[in-house]
C-alpha cells in the first residue's frame, strides 16, 4: 500500500481537499525525464544499470533512478498561475495535497520547494501512482467525489471521474475530456503552440554558421560550378541537421544552468513550452536523416569529417565545456570543421592559409562568447557561470586573448597575399590589401562592442545584425571580386 500521509484536513474549510498533480501542472516539465537526464549529466556511466532497473516495472525504474540522482528541483520551471490560485486556495484555509506518480523522494523535495502542501502521495513501496491507481487512492482516503483533482493530461480522466470537480491545467480537446466526467471548476490554460516552439528549439538562426561549407568553393573560384553548388549545398542542409540535433541534446543536458540564465531561461525546454521527450525524439531523428543523406549523396572523406564533428561536439556538450581555455579552442574548431566539411564535400583540398586564418578568426569569436558571458555574470554580481570553467576575474585575459587572436588572423591574410596560390588565383592580388584594415575596424568594433556590453550572446549572430558589420561584409566582398577579375563591380 502507498504510505498515507500524515495530515488532517482543515475542519474549518468548506471545501474537500484539493488534491494536484506534479508533472506537467504544478511544474511545466517531466521530473522523471529530468532526473534521468541529470544523471547524463553527473554520472553518464550509471546508465548501464538501467535496462537492469527497467525490469522492475515503472515504479522500480523510478526508485532506481531516484538512488542515483535527483532532478535540480530549485531550478524546475513552476506554473506560477496555478500556485497563484492555490495560494488563494490556501489562504481560504483549504486542505492541499500533492498527489503525482513521481517518486516520493522527487515529490517530497518540490512540496518543500513550493511550501503549500499538507502532505504528499507518490509512488513509492513498488507501486506507480498513475491513472486507475491515483484515483483508488484518493477515494480510499477520501471516498468519491471527496475530494477535488488538478491534473493536465488525459491520464488523469480516471482520477477526475472520483473526484467532485475538475481542475483541468491544459487546452480545449482536455477540457472537454475532463467535463464528460466531472464538473470543470477552474481551467489554467496551459497549451503553448508546439509548431513555433520546436522551431526555437531548432535554432534555424544559427544555420548560417554552416555557410562555411561554401567558403573552400568560394576560395578556389568554383562557386558557379554547378555538381559542386549542389553538393556544397546539400552538405550545408546535412550540417544543419546535425546542428539542430546536437542544439537539442546541448539544451537537453543544459536544463538547470539555462533556467538559472537570464537569456536563456525563455528556451523551449527550460521554459517548460516543449515537453523534453519531444527532444529525446527529434534530436535522434535529424541526426539519422543527415547520416543518411551523407551516406546517399556525398563521399566518404565528408562523413569522416562530419562524424569527427559530432563527436566533437559531443564531447563539448557533456564536459568540455567546463574546462577553460579547451572550451574556446574547441569551439574554434567547430567552426573550422565546417570549411574542412565543405572542402571534402567538393573534394577541393583545403589550404594551410585558408585553415591558419579560420583558426584565428574564429578563436577570437570564441573568446567573445565566453567574454560576453563573464561580462553579464559580473554585472549581476556572480563569480562564475554554472558549468563553465571560467570566472569573473578571468575578464582581462579572455579580452587579451580575443584581441590577439583577431588580430593574428589579419596577419595571415597579409601573408597570404603574396604567396604563391594568391599569385596563382588572383588577378590582382595586391588589391587584397585593402581587406586588412576592414578586418582590423571590424575586428576592433566587435571587441569595443564586446567590452561594453553591446554584444549579443552569439557574436555571429550580432555580426548578421549589425548593420556595419554587414556593410564591412558586402565591402571586403567586392574587393575579392576585384582582385579576382581585375574589373571593379
Known amino acids: 500500500m502507498i504510505e498515507q500521509p500524515d495530515f488532517q484536513q482543515n475542519d474549518s474549510s468548506q471545501e474537500p481537499v484539493l488534491a494536484v498533480d506534479l508533472d506537467g501542472t504544478l511544474v511545466k516539465t517531466d521530473t522523471l525525464v529530468e532526473a534521468v537526464l541529470s544523471l547524463v549529466r553527473a554520472r553518464p556511466s550509471a546508465l548501464a544499470g538501467a535496462s537492469a532497473a527497467l525490469t522492475r516495472g515503472r515504479a522500480g525504474f523510478k526508485a532506481w533512478i531516484a538512488d542515483q540522482v535527483l532532478p535540480d528541483v530549485d531550478s524546475l520551471p513552476l506554473n506560477t498561475t496555478l500556485i497563484q490560485w492555490l495560494r488563494t486556495q490556501r489562504s481560504a484555509n483549504r486542505t492541499l495535497l500533492l498527489v503525482t506518480a513521481a517518486d516520493r523522494r522527487i515529490a517530497d523535495a518540490v512540496a518543500a520547494r513550493i511550501g503549500l502542501f499538507d502532505g504528499v502521495l507518490a509512488t513509492d513501496n513498488g507501486r506507480n501512482l498513475k491513472g486507475e491507481r491515483k484515483a483508488a487512492a484518493l477515494v480510499s482516503r477520501f471516498g468519491t467525489g471527496g475530494f477535488d483533482y488538478a491534473g493536465d493530461a488525459r491520464t488523469d480522466i480516471p482520477v477526475w471521474r472520483a473526484a467532485r470537480r475538475a481542475i483541468v491545467v491544459g487546452g480545449p480537446s482536455l477540457q472537454k475530456a475532463a467535463a464528460r466526467v466531472a464538473e470543470v471548476a477552474h481551467v489554467i490554460p496551459h497549451d503553448p503552440p508546439r509548431v513555433p516552439a520546436v522551431l526555437r528549439a531548432l535554432r534555424p538562426h544559427q544555420w548560417v554558421k554552416n555557410l562555411l561549407v561554401f567558403v573552400p568553393l568560394i576560395a578556389a573560384h568554383q562557386l558557379t560550378h554547378g555538381p559542386d553548388l549542389l553538393s556544397a549545398t546539400l552538405a550545408f542542409l546535412i550540417f544543419g541537421l546535425a546542428a539542430s540535433s546536437v542544439y537539442l541534446l546541448n539544451d537537453l543536458l543544459d536544463l538547470p544552468a539555462d533556467r538559472r540564465h537570464p537569456g536563456k531561461r525563455g528556451r523551449p525546454f527550460a521554459s517548460g513550452d516543449l515537453p523534453l521527450v519531444w527532444g529525446l525524439l527529434l534530436a535522434p531523428i535529424l541526426l539519422c536523416t543527415a547520416v543518411i543523406l551523407s551516406l546517399l549523396f556525398l563521399p566518404i572523406s565528408f562523413i569522416l569529417v562530419l562524424s569527427g564533428y559530432l563527436v566533437l561536439n559531443a564531447a563539448y556538450t557533456l564536459a568540455l565545456k567546463q574546462v577553460a581555455i579547451v572550451d574556446v579552442i574547441l569551439l574554434a574548431a567547430l567552426y573550422t570543421i565546417r570549411i574542412i566539411a565543405g572542402a571534402a564535400a567538393v573534394a577541393i583540398p583545403p589550404s594551410y592559409w585558408l585553415l591558419a586564418f579560420s583558426a584565428f ?31 569573473v576575474d578571468d575578464l582581462p585575459l579572455v579580452r587579451w586573448l ?6 593574428a588572423c589579419v596577419l595571415v591574410l597579409a601573408l597570404y597575399i603574396h604567396s604563391t596560390p594568391a599569385l596563382a588565383l588572383y588577378a590582382v592580388p595586391e588589391a587584397l590589401w585593402l581587406i586588412c584594415p576592414l578586418l582590423i575596424y571590424w575586428l576592433i568594433r566587435l571587441w569595443l562592442k564586446t567590452h561594453r556590453g553591446e554584444m549579443h550572446d552569439d557574436p555571429v549572430v550580432f555580426a548578421l545584425k549589425d548593420r556595419a558589420s554587414v556593410l564591412s561584409g558586402a565591402l571586403i566582398a567586392g574587393i575579392v571580386m576585384l582582385a579576382a577579375t581585375g574589373v571593379s563591380i
Not at 574564429?362 to 571560467?390: P, V
Not at 580575443?402 to 588580430?407: F, K, P, R, V, Y
Open 361 to 391: 578568426i574564429f578563436l577570437s569569436l570564441a573568446l567573445c562568447k565566453r567574454y560576453t558571458e563573464l561580462l553579464q555574470l559580473a554585472r549581476r554580481g556572480e563569480l562564475r557561470a554554472a558549468g563553465r570553467g571560467w570566472t
Open 402 to 407: 580575443g584581441i590577439s587572436s583577431g588580430l
